[in-house]
Structure formats: C-alpha cells, structure tokens
C-alpha cells in the first residue's frame, strides 16, 4: 500500500447527456455540455460532443457538416473509430484516423468543413469520435487560425503501475511524458483505457477544473461520482488528483484545465466575450472576412 500525499478533487455531480443531435449528417451526437449548463464547472472547455458509436453504410457521398464559421475558440477532435476529412479557409487540411487527433485553432475565424473520408465513407463501418471546443483567453480570441494534426504514433501511451490500463497523452504532462498538443492555456487531455477492478490515482494541478468522460465501462471517481456510458463526472477545481476505480473495462476521456474566468457570449458557432463582438462575427462572417474554401 502506497501512502500519497494528493488531495483528491471533490466531485460536483455526475451528467448524462442533455441534448441528443446530428451535427449536419455525419455526427450522430450526444451533448454533455453548454446544454448542462456547467460553464463555470468546466471552463476552460466550452463544449463536448460525442459521436456514435455508429455504423454508417458504405457510399460514395461522404456525410460530415458543409462549410461553417468558427470565431474566439478552438474545436478538438478525437477519433476512435472511422476517418474524419478537414479543411479550411486558412489553407489547412488533414485526414485523422482511430487514436488520431485534430486540434484546429479557430481564434479570429475560419471557414471549415468537416466530412467523413472518402476511402473509409465508400466501406462504411462504425464511427465514433468527441469534439470538444476549448476557450481561448480574451486577448487570443482574434490571433490568426492555427492547425494541428496529432497522430496516434505521435501521442506517448503510457502503462499504468500494475497493469491495469493505459493512459494516452493528448496535452499537459502525466509521469513525466509531454503530450504533443500545444495549448494556448494550460491543460492536460488523457485519453484512459481501464480494466475492470483496476485503480488509477492521476495527479491534477490544484486549481484545474476536471472532468472524466465514460465512452464505455462503469466507473466511480474520488469515491464518491459513479458514472457509465456517455455519462461526465465533474470535479470541483480545488484538489490535487482524481482516483479512478473501474468496475468495468472502462474508456475514459480526462479533460482538465486551468480556468479563464473571463464572461462566455455564446452565438452558434462563435464564441466571444460580449454581444457586441458576438454582432461582429456575424457581420465579418457575412462580409467574407472569415474566408472561403476553394
Ligand atoms: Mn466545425
């Protein structure tokens, strides 16, 4: 038995998702936030998608989201199953696979569109993915759009002591492996496989608001949120760890952050700290300043 000196994080409560959509006709998705209006709780991540699991029959016109705006933030995008297509207004383009990750820094506003690929589209099979959107700090908002594809090989996979699962390292640091993703605030992004009756105590930075996504699996967190499929349990900021017991093969996101604690105005795609700047998106959207795709 190991002593350990972390404190851990008070859990808030535990959420299912509070609204179920498509996002056009490709991402099939289950909400957990803006629509459990948890803004404090979960800043500095604005909101989480989950897509599928679902199969998709095979076809020649990729489904996906056409051409849309995004200003004042950043969409992260995780994939587990199927094959995600990008480009955008600002000249980038990638393809991202299971275990790959796309983090496309939108800031003072891109054009983008978002498709399944066409190779895997034309088989078909099950997709499943999470889109977060993460906050950018006031004086970010309107810096140029910035892109990152993050390949699996790239992201260090850390074995837990003990054998009980594995932890993947998006952003932030765990046992000394750095993640790739270069953040604009701190955070820390793991991507967790536990096994049934295995036990992972993670140390967080004391003043991170975390938050822990089951995909799969049943788990509870700091003794006290239990939580399965598609469920999120969010900690309060204060506390140096979250200690995660599975009690079934579980997959989990950790998403965890420093807060930005500046006002969120919020208008479909934009996110900005007034209704002004909110009016002036749309304004530049309509003026053509965020771009077209060629
Ligand atoms: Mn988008």
Request: with cysteine; glycine share 12%; proline share 7%.
């Amino acid at each position: 038995m190991t002593t350990s000196t972390l404190i851990p994080k008070e859990v808030l409560g535990v959420y299912r998702p509070g609204s179920a959509h498509m996002v056009g006709d490709g991402f099939p998705v289950r909400n957990l936030f803006p629509s459990n209006d948890l803004d404090q709780a979960v800043d500095p991540f604005l909101l989480l998608d989950y897509a599928g699991p679902q199969a998709f029959e095979p076809t020649d016109q990729p489904c996906g989201v056409g051409e849309h705006p995004h200003r004042g933030f950043e969409t992260v995008t995780i994939m587990y199953q199927g094959s995600v297509v990008h480009r955008d207004s600002a000249g980038n383009a990638g393809v991202i696979g299971p275990g790959d990750v796309q983090w496309m820094t939108a800031a003072s506003g891109v054009v983008h569109e978002e498709l399944h690929e066409a190779v895997w589209a034309k088989k078909g099979g099950m997709f499943r993915a999470i889109q977060l959107w993460v906050n950018l700090p006031r004086f970010k908002k309107m810096s140029p759009p910035a892109y990152q594809t993050i390949l699996n090989a790239d992201i260090p996979n850390v074995p837990l002591d003990g054998g009980v699962g594995r932890l993947r390292v998006i952003a932030g640091a765990f046992q000394g492996h750095k993640g790739p993703a270069r953040t604009v605030t701190p955070i820390e992004l793991y991507d967790l496989a536990l096994g049934a009756g295995g036990r992972a105590e993670l140390p967080l930075p004391n003043g991170h608001n975390t938050s822990v996504f089951v995909l799969q699996g049943l788990v509870s967190v700091n003794g006290a949120g239990e939580a399965g499929e598609a469920e999120l349990i969010v900690c309060k900021r204060n506390g140096s760890s979250v200690v995660i017991e599975a009690r079934a093969d579980s997959r989990l996101l950790i998403l965890s952050g420093q807060p930005i604690g500046e006002p969120i105005a919020r208008y479909g795609p934009f996110v900005m700290n007034t209704k002004l700047e909110l009016v002036q998106a749309v304004e530049d959207y309509k003026a053509g300043k965020m771009g077209h795709l060629l």
